[in-house]
């Protein structure tokens, strides 16, 4: 019973290559297949007074495959921030002009669209109260500079889940 239906399988295979052969088989194209869109790269929001460090670690960000939007301070961070522009994370020094890293995360924790937005400290004073202060307002994490590029990649991608 199955050796005849293995017979008539094998007899319209030999038939379609035959018909391929001889050109009469009508051929079937696809259309080529798009390449898949690049994933959007995260995007940083960096809140760093001062102008050689903040366009550095613009520049670090872009080479570890992130996007970048540079702040001059804390204030410009939250106007940026509370007028709609949609970030991955918030990096921002501690102590700046207008307001300071601390207040920048107290505030925007007061916000509910804000409550879950990965926020890390940085701060050349190294030491672990400023580490507390950062995570009692409610950052995620905290970096002493100066940092390495190995150190800035590894806690982004902690507090982004990569």
């Known amino acids: 019973m199955n050796g005849g ?3 008539a399988v094998s007899d319209l295979r030999e038939q379609s290559l035959e018909r391929l052969r001889s050109g009469t088989m009508p051929r079937v194209t696809t259309p080529p297949v798009p390449p898949a869109a690049p994933l959007p790269r995260p995007i940083i929001l960096v809140a760093e007074d001062e102008e050689s460090v903040r ?3 613009g520049l670090v960000l872009r080479a570890a495959g992130y996007d970048s939007v540079l702040c001059v301070d804390g204030q410009d961070a939250a106007e940026q921030l509370e007028g709609g522009l949609v970030v991955d994370a918030v990096l921002m020094d501690l ?3 207008r307001l300071g890293g601390l207040e920048l995360v107290a505030r925007l924790r007061a916000l509910p669209a804000f409550r879950d937005l990965p926020m890390i400290a940085m701060s050349a004073y190294n030491d672990d109260v400023q580490a507390r202060e950062a995570q009692a ?3 995620n994490a905290f970096l002493a500079k100066p940092f390495t590029v190995a150190e800035l990649s590894h806690t982004l991608g ?3 889940g990569r």
Request: charged share 20%.
């Open 137 to 139: 307002v409610g950052a």
């Open 158 to 160: 902690g507090v982004l």
């Open 95 to 97: 102590r700046m002009p």
């Open 55 to 57: 366009r550095m670690i």
């Open 5 to 7: 239906r293995q017979a």
